[in-house]
């Protein structure tokens, strides 16, 4: 079984695992459309993270991690998951295309428009302020915009994502302790 990371499974992987391959799936696009309010804000000032969203576009792509979880592992994965991406997150089957090699199944966690938690689309720098403002117990909003515009530039570095880096950008304009 394999399971793919979008967002925060990019780099925050809690899990055991026994194998971690680069590449994408298509037919979505990545948007900051999910209230976090677990993670990264808190009930009464949410943060926002990534989710994926159906994309018309015939050669959307989102670039990412899949992992291989071992079948002595797969249950407890599975839980821990479960619990990890529990506000409003459901679980899909889509097609991996991994950077070398054959496509493969993979599970994965999409926020969907149905649950609670779902920000749906606003401007960037709406979001962006959001983000600046939040935390919650998984440390800073503005971190995990950081670490995942960072991760994606190290592992598909000749790909763009428009709406991660202009994310990424808003909010660096509104941290006055951005990195550098």
Do not use: C
Not at 94 to 110: A, K, M, R, T
Not at 123 to 138: L, Q
Not at 157 to 167: I, Q, R, Y
Request: no cysteine; net charge negative; hydrophobic share 40%.
């Amino acid at each position: 079984m394999w399971v793919f990371g979008y967002g925060s499974l990019v780099w925050k992987v809690d899990f055991p695992y026994v194998k971690r391959v680069t590449g994408y799936i298509e037919g979505y696009v990545r948007r900051f459309w999910q209230y976090s309010v677990d993670h990264r804000g808190v009930p009464t000032k949410p943060g926002r993270v990534v989710t994926l969203i159906k994309s018309e576009e015939p050669d959307a792509r989102v670039w990412g991690v899949a992992y291989e979880i071992s079948e002595e592992d797969r249950g407890a994965v599975m839980r821990h998951l479960d619990i990890r991406e529990k506000n409003g997150y459901e679980k899909l089957d889509v097609l991996f295309h991994p950077s070398q090699g054959n496509p493969f199944p993979v599970v994965l966690y999409v926020g969907t428009e149905q649950n609670e938690w779902f920000a749906g689309p606003s401007p960037v720098e709406d979001i962006a302020r959001t983000v600046v403002s939040a935390a919650g117990p998984s440390g800073p909003n503005k971190d995990y915009v950081y670490r995942l515009a960072s991760a994606m530039r190290l592992i598909a570095p000749s790909e763009d994502d428009p709406h991660l880096f202009a994310v990424e950008e808003a909010v660096r304009r509104l941290d006055v302790d951005a990195p550098s």
